[in-house]
């Protein structure tokens, strides 16, 4: 599904909320994080991304990261799916 989609549906925010909280690990590219920012769990941690997230992610209290992988906290982020090798 569609990351814009996903992040606007209550229970796969809740979801992702949850796991988080039960610090299960999560992994998240490109314009994955967006779900993560709408469930409030990314303050504190650093995240790879696609660019146009900075912003979101930096307002949202996660350290955006110009890596093409990065792991924090139980959660492993990239750029793109160009960055899976890595």
């Given amino acids: 599904m569609n ?3 996903l992040r606007m549906n ?3 925010v809740a979801f992702v909320k949850a796991f ?3 610090q299960k690990p999560v ?3 490109c314009h994955g994080p967006w779900t993560l920012v709408e469930a409030d769990v990314v303050r504190g941690r650093r ?3 696609w660019p146009s997230l900075k912003t979101d992610l930096r307002n949202a209290g996660a350290e955006w990261v ?3 992988v ?3 906290q139980g959660s492993v982020s990239s750029h ?3 960055d899976i090798p890595a």
């Fill in 27 to 29: 992994a998240v590219i």
């Fill in 66 to 68: 110009d890596e093409p």
């Fill in 80 to 82: 793109t799916p160009a």
């Fill in 3 to 5: 990351p814009d989609t």
């Fill in 47 to 49: 995240i790879a991304s």
């Fill in 10 to 12: 209550p229970s796969a």
């Fill in 70 to 72: 990065v792991v924090d």
């Fill in 20 to 22: 988080v909280s039960e």
